[in-house]
């Protein structure tokens, strides 16, 4: 039986309104409100060499996402050999970088997989949030569309085993970012417009959690911050004061890396390590009425993502795993309607664009399959580049980030 379409759809209905009123923008990471839905269109069934519009080398290497705002497009980068961490502007028309913002960096031993770079920006019609880490310090800064530096935050050591890697978000006038690592830990809130303090949210610390939050609502309409780490499960927030609501602790006894989701009424986390042991959860969130407090749903142990964040597309719920195993299952029961093996190894998220889902494995093979309740395969094209991001759909084109290089492909039929 599939899952209630209408519940779904109200669940839709919900993030929509919790995004930015220029929807079309691809303005964090995985897209609006972190769900990795393109509000957009295109075909890219047939991707092949002709659907290059454009690409543009960047300077040193990375592994965030691109964002946008109009003609802009943002991405962030590090230079190892001149100790530079950068964040650009590249104009979406031509591929040209229209600036570049450069801060000083020190670069320190991190995972293998990870880069200097990871951390996706957010941006609005404003202003464009960058954030980057080392152990002595992780910053958070707002930059102008013009490059010119608003302010600057130094939120304090960041002590991890592997290095940066969350990406911050907005709400309303506040810059949100978690920062759950081996030392102090915390959410912090601060106004978008001078970077001051509005609320900081304390957390306990274990593995550092690489997981950026959503929001949602509650049922009663009120927004909620959506987080999972494995110190503190799965729970949520009030994005306006960081007041934690609710949690379901003990949900992870691994690192949780792929960001949480809310599909059918239910919000999924999931949490693993690199030699396995990876697992979903599904958590109920408390109701007011019949349920006080949450609730496990259920768990999916079988080829679960650690790194790659869920997508949900239609009345189905996808997992594309690490190992590049891609499972569709029905929200609502867990039950796995279908699970398909793709070539590859997966860091990057896979999007959804109308019946399609597109990811990108490590080696740099785009991946474009089906996001319906039957698997199948459209194509795929070779970028014989490093790729550890995830791509964004703007202006109906497809943008997707290697690790030295930003590609725009154009949709089929242009």
């Not at 949900?312 to 190992?323: E, K, Q, R, T, V």
Request: hydrophobic share 35%; glycine share 10%; aromatic share 10%.
């Amino acid at each position: 039986m599939k899952p209630p379409v209408y519940r779904l759809a109200i669940v839709a209905m919900l993030g929509a309104l919790l995004m930015p009123l220029n929807a079309q923008e691809w303005s964090r990471f995985r897209g609006p409100n972190g769900e990795g839905k393109a509000l957009g269109h295109g075909n890219f069934k047939q991707i092949s060499s002709k659907s290059i519009a454009w690409k543009t080398s960047l300077p040193g290497k990375g592994h965030s996402s691109p964002v946008n705002w109009g003609k802009q497009i943002f991405v962030t980068s590090t230079d190892e050999e001149t100790n530079t961490f950068t964040a650009l502007s590249i104009d979406s028309e031509s591929g040209k970088i229209r600036w570049s913002k450069e801060f000083p960096y020190k670069t320190f031993r991190k995972h293998q997989f990870n880069s200097f770079a990871s951390s996706t920006a957010a941006t609005d019609e404003e202003r464009v949030y960058v954030s980057w880490g080392t152990p002595a310090n992780l910053y958070l800064a707002a930059l102008s569309h013009s490059g010119a530096l608003q302010w600057k935050r130094d939120l304090g050591p960041f002590k991890s085993q592997h290095g940066p890697g969350t990406s911050p978000i907005l709400f309303e006038d506040l810059v949100i970012i978690t920062n759950e690592q081996l030392g102090d830990s915390f959410i912090i809130g601060v106004d978008q417009k001078t970077g001051e303090t509005r609320w900081k949210s304390p957390r306990r610390s274990a593995k550092t959690a690489y997981s950026t939050p959503c929001l949602s609502k509650d049922s009663e309409g009120n927004p909620v911050l959506l987080v999972n780490s494995q110190a503190h499960g799965i729970g949520a927030l009030n994005p306006k004061t960081g007041t934690p609501l609710w949690e379901y602790t003990g949900a992870f006894d691994k690192r949780s890396c792929s960001s949480p989701i809310a599909v059918g009424g239910l919000v999924f986390g999931s949490c693993g390590s690199g030699g396995g042991g990876n697992f979903v959860v599904a958590v109920k969130p408390p109701n007011g009425t019949t349920r006080k407090s949450a609730e496990l749903a259920y768990e999916i142990r079988r080829s679960a993502p650690y790194v790659p964040c869920f997508i949900a597309n239609g009345d189905w719920l996808f997992l594309w795993s690490d190992g590049g195993i891609l499972s569709c299952v029905e929200p609502q029961t867990g039950k796995v309607q279908w699970s398909e093996r793709t070539r590859g190894r997966f860091f990057g998220s896979p999007i959804a664009v109308d019946d399609q889902l597109i990811a990108v494995g490590d080696a740099g093979k785009i991946h474009v399959v089906s996001g319906t309740g039957k698997f199948e395969i459209f194509d795929s094209f070779e970028l014989n580049e490093t790729c550890h991001s995830t791509p964004a759909l703007i202006d109906n084109h497809l943008y997707v980030r290697t690790v030295s290089q930003l590609w725009k492909f154009k949709p089929d039929g242009h």
